[in-house]
């Protein structure tokens, strides 16, 4: 089967020797909503904007459709980019912005015309059509941007941080405009954030990237529950992370030595017995149980490690609390009030539990 | 308590600043409205009158006071400004158009150019007088003093315009391309508005610059003069009221121009402005 866009062992050298993306491999199916996630520097931008043909390709392969467009300029590749600061064009009306792509394809005017109101109605601009961008909302103006690029119909679209510049509640309810656009139209949408939230909102796979490299490549929900790397367990939710070396290992459950006893959990890849690895358990995977003087238990599948709790912070109906451990380090454990309830007072010994198939061991 | 010291010191910098910037003028206009053909270039004013005027204008009986030799002039002055004014913005637009992407060599270049405004006007004027001699070129106003007074402007219009574009935002016009949208056309029809009222300061420059350029013309025009070359030349003879009624119009000429660019320039900025407050979001 053909991908829509494939990027295969891509490559950025900047002019002065420093690489940007390194072996950057991706298959992406038609209508999928793709998101480069990563720290600011990590190379998402550059990647998506070497796919727009802003940015030239050091080594390796793009193509869209089975098509190779590595050598293709911009206005010939059948992308369209959406910027965080919208880029609309001040000196045209917001009709005249939408319409700009289409003057040049030599459409005629009446399907155009027609093309440009429906892209307008679709996103709610009709009424302010025949104004000029500059004193427009921040959504309106998120909106002209779509409506400009997407009524060439592009195969793709690039969207870069398009919500950065949105405050807080704006940004929820375009997103959830942007995700139910996206479905409505099935196109390919490839997004480039720096907040896990909107990756993990929008996005059906999600490209973790860290110093030019692909870390990941997950669906939200694996990512956040099956980092495979340390750097994703860091970056991505609110993970307790122990060092430790493998004590055993047998049918994918890998058991760690660590400073707060043995821990288990289920590794990706296969470790060796006596190697060192790390243990990623979710902050909403731990229970926090009474100490009772008891040994935490490592039978049918739960481990434990003990505390003391620090404080606890209530939002609404979740709960945080930071424990503080033994070797002077604290954690941060969530969960639902009716599970924790009132039960804990700062003070309170405490025993952490968690189930091996809620943690991961990664190697390293 | 600062203020209080402070504030008539700046005062009355601002007025001596004021009087030595219009003194000058002010003293020409009382003196273009002596009395005429008896009355000189001093004070006191024997008779207000419009003589001085109606003489540039040939209105008065003919007087022992030649007419101002400014007509031709005057003309080869505004077009040569013209010509120097186009082509100097035209290679300005461009040539900084080509610094915003770093090239080899592009610090060498850049003191090139502004070399042609650093240079003294005379060297330039003889120097260029000299090479046209020895390659057998002849000298008028419209070849040689042209290319002197290009050169000599081009680097304020090339400054003005690496100004404007340095704080353009070029995402508009990666926007543009990513729409389908060539390069030329997404200059023409996104990166030139934007940029227009730089564009518009380029001109006023080179054309003012150019209008009254006295050093590098004086060597290079040949025989025809320009017009500040023919106000010196009658300087030289002896000086009648007259050259200051001229001065008082061809200011006010100025003037006009200036409210013709600031007209223009309120209506692009109000047409295409905003981009700065879009560069802020960013």
Redesign the interface.
């Known amino acids: 089967m053909t991908y829509d866009l494939q990027l295969s062992h891509v490559g950025k050298v900047y002019d002065n020797g420093t690489p940007a993306v390194i072996d950057f491999n991706l298959d992406v199916e038609k209508g999928e909503f793709i998101a480069f996630l990563g720290p600011s520097g990590c190379g998402k931008s550059t990647t998506l904007r070497m796919v727009a043909g802003f940015e030239s390709i050091s080594s390796g392969d793009i193509l869209i459709k089975g098509q190779r467009i590595n050598d293709l300029l911009p206005e010939q590749r059948p992308t369209s980019m959406i910027f965080q600061n919208y880029a609309l064009f001040p000196h045209m009306t917001v009709r005249g912005n939408v319409n700009f792509g289409l003057d040049v394809k030599g459409v005629p005017a009446a399907e155009r015309d027609r093309k440009v109101d429906g892209m307008l109605e679709k996103l709610g601009l009709l009424d302010v059509a025949d104004q000029r961008p500059e004193r427009l909302s921040g959504g309106q103006k998120q909106r002209i941007a779509l409506a400009r690029s997407l009524v060439v119909e592009p195969d793709i679209l690039l969207l870069d941080e398009p919500l950065g510049a949105l405050d807080a509640n704006l940004r929820k309810s375009i997103q959830n405009e942007l995700k139910l656009l996206q479905r409505n139209l099935g196109i390919t949408f490839v997004f480039v954030t720096h907040a896990q939230s909107e990756a993990l909102a929008l996005s059906d796979r999600i490209v973790v990237m860290n110093q030019g490299r692909i870390e990941q490549i997950s669906a939200p929900y694996d990512l956040y529950t099956k980092p495979s790397t340390l750097f994703t367990a860091q970056f991505i939710g609110r993970n307790t992370i122990f060092k430790g070396t493998v004590k055993h290992a047998e049918g994918g459950v890998v058991t760690l030595n660590t400073d707060h006893g043995a821990l288990s959990g289920h590794a990706a890849k296969p470790l060796s017995v006596g190697s060192n690895a790390s243990i990623v358990i979710p902050a909403e995977s731990i229970g926090i149980l009474p100490a009772n003087g008891e040994e935490p238990q490592n039978a049918d599948g739960t481990s434990g490690f003990p505390g003391e709790v620090g404080s606890l912070q209530i939002s609404g109906h979740i709960v945080e609390v930071t424990i503080n451990l033994p070797t002077g380090e604290n954690i941060v454990v969530a969960g639902h009030e009716d599970k924790f309830g009132r039960r804990f007072k700062p003070g309170d010994r405490v025993l952490m539990v968690f189930r091996s198939d809620g943690a991961t061991v990664i190697g390293g | 308590m600062e203020s209080r010291v402070l504030k008539p010191v700046l005062a009355v910098y601002v007025g001596l600043f004021i009087l030595f910037l219009y003194g000058p003028f002010i003293v020409l206009t009382i003196l273009s409205f002596q009395q005429g053909p008896e009355g000189g270039p001093q004070f006191p004013i024997i008779e207000w009158s419009t003589y001085w005027y109606r003489h540039i204008f040939g209105l008065t009986p003919p007087s022992r006071v030649a007419p101002l030799p400014f007509g031709e002039s005057l003309i080869r002055s505004l077009t040569l400004a013209f010509m120097t004014m186009v082509t100097s913005t035209v290679l300005g637009v461009m040539s900084a158009q080509a610094f915003r992407s770093k090239f080899k060599g592009s610090g060498f270049v850049f003191y090139l150019i502004v070399l042609g405004m650093m240079v003294p006007g005379v060297l330039t004027g003889l120097g260029t007088a000299l090479v046209a001699n020895t390659m057998g070129i002849e000298r008028h106003w419209w070849s040689t003093a042209f290319v002197t007074h290009v050169v000599y402007t081009f680097p304020f219009a090339f400054l003005v315009m690496l100004a404007i574009l340095n704080r353009f935002?070029a995402?508009?016009e990666?926007?543009?391309?990513?729409?389908?949208?060539?390069?030329m056309?997404t200059f023409r029809?996104?990166t030139f508005?934007?940029i227009f009222p730089g564009v518009l300061s380029a001109m006023l420059f080179a054309f003012t610059l150019s209008y009254d350029e006295f050093s590098r013309t004086l060597f290079a025009s040949g025989r025809d003069q320009t017009l500040p070359l023919a106000i010196y030349g009658t300087f030289a003879v002896e000086i009648h009221p007259n050259v200051f009624a001229f001065g008082v119009l061809t200011t006010l000429f100025s003037f006009s121009l200036l409210t013709v660019y600031a007209v223009l320039m309120t209506m692009s900025v109000r047409?295409?402005?905003?981009?700065a407050?879009?560069?802020d979001?960013?």
């Open positions: 935002d995402s508009v990666e926007a543009s391309w990513s729409l389908g949208v060539p390069p056309r029809k996104v508005p934007l047409r295409a402005g905003r981009a407050i879009q560069e979001i960013a």
